[in-house]
């Protein structure tokens, strides 16, 4: 099958061509960047040299092959929204890893993005692309909203318990940390390595735009009104987000019941791997993989759990997650081309 990526010089877009170069049923036949047209994508990404020479081209979409079939957009949301229409009126099938079609509700997008919805008739027809909780609407779908990276790594460590109705959402707290890529590749001062390095800091308290994209889903799966506590912070590591939830459970279970019901919920899932005790999770340990490592703890004295969650922001984050689900869009097995151990 033939892809495009547009977008392919920034972070998420060379993680594509990473994984898709050796993916044994797909060719990129289109690469896409303004900043860099002209060049091929080992002048930009010097690691492609002759495993990937491909030439970028400028974004006209009249220029991607009517032989690309399905078309995966790594460009800033907005950007997305606006040439998806054209692109599913072509008739490719899109994959988009922006957040441009991750809320349900035009008004949120909105609220949460500034920016009025550039398609809005959209929405109700894309499909959220979280396959551990979504599989079989993914498999039909023509449009995929690819999950945003901190809504994985908290969404894969809740969704047991919201599908059980065990969260007693006042207590929940999500306390996330991510690598600079998650920020993208286009420089800017905050990100810059002297203000990032032997530094940690907290960034869009009660105010980062995945929060809606997490109760969303959360309310989906519990069919409860989901309301979040989530804090991101910067960590100075080029990739990998960790995440630290704390909560309460509305009735109470032993350890060993709620891995029982992580396995079951799991079971079939090859990328998450509930880690058994003593291990616990680290970005180290999923780096460079599409694995998403879980472990949990129930703290008696204080009668919370705790759920660690670690994942690759740019691969199960992102690149890696997409091309699961092109995979099973394609009715291929969910793991082609994913099977790479992590870096450690
Ligand atoms: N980074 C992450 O960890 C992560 C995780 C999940 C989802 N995402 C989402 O994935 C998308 C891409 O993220 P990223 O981190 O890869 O961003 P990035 O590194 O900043 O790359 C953005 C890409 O879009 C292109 N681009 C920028 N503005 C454009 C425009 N107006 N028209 C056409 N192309 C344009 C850039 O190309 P040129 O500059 O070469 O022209 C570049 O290739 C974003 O929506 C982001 O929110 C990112």
């Known amino acids: 099958m033939e892809v495009a990526i547009l977008g392919a010089t920034g972070y998420t877009g060379c993680e594509l061509v990473r994984l898709l170069c050796r993916h044994p049923a797909v060719e990129i036949t289109f690469a896409s960047s303004e900043s860099s047209a002209g060049s091929s994508l080992s002048q930009v990404h010097p690691q492609f040299y002759r495993l990937c020479e491909l030439e970028l081209q400028p974004l006209r979409l ?15 949301h907005g950007r997305s929204a606006s040439l998806v229409p054209a692109l599913l009126a072509a008739g ?24 009025v919805h550039p398609a809005p008739e959209l929405l109700d027809k894309a499909v959220y692309g979280l396959p551990e909780i979504n599989r079989a609407a ?5 449009l995929i909203a690819n999950p ?3 809504p ?12 059980e109705k065990l969260i007693q959402w006042e207590s929940l707290v999500i306390d996330a940390k991510s690598g600079v890529s998650g920020a993208g590749r286009t420089p800017r001062q905050p990100y810059h390595f ?31 009104e989901a309301a979040i506590t989530f804090t991101p912070h910067l960590v100075p590591m080029a990739r990998g987000i960790f995440c630290t939830v704390y909560l309460r459970l509305r009735r109470r279970c032993g350890e060993e019941q709620l891995e029982r019901l992580y396995r079951d919920y799991y079971r079939g899932h090859p990328f998450v791997r509930l880690l058994p005790p003593p291990l616990l999770p680290e970005t180290r340990l999923v780096r460079g993989s599409n694995y998403c490592d879980l472990a949990l703890r129930f703290d008696e004295r204080s009668g919370r759990l705790i759920i660690l969650s670690a994942i690759d922001n740019l691969v199960k984050g992102a690149a890696g997650q997409a091309v699961q689900n092109m ?16 870096l450690g």
Do not use: M
Request: overall charge negative; some cysteine.
């Open 194 to 224: 002297p203000e990032c390095t032997e530094n940690f800091r907290a960034y869009r308290v009660a105010g980062h735009q995945h929060t809606p994209e997490i109760e969303q889903c959360l309310s989906r799966l519990s069919g409860e």
């Open 62 to 76: 009249s220029d991607i092959p009517a032989s690309v079939e399905l078309v995966f957009c790594a460009l800033p």
């Open 152 to 163: 994985t790594a908290a969404l894969l460590a809740l969704a047991p318990l919201a599908a």
């Open 138 to 142: 993914i498999a039909g779908a023509e």
């Open 327 to 342: 995979n099973l869009l394609c009715g291929l097995p969910e793991e082609t081309g994913l099977t790479q151990p992590p």
């Open 148 to 150: 945003g990276c901190y």
């Open 92 to 115: 490719k099938r899109v994959i988009d890893l922006s957040a441009d079609f991750r809320l349900r509700e035009a008004s949120l997008y909105e609220s949460w993005y500034g920016q």
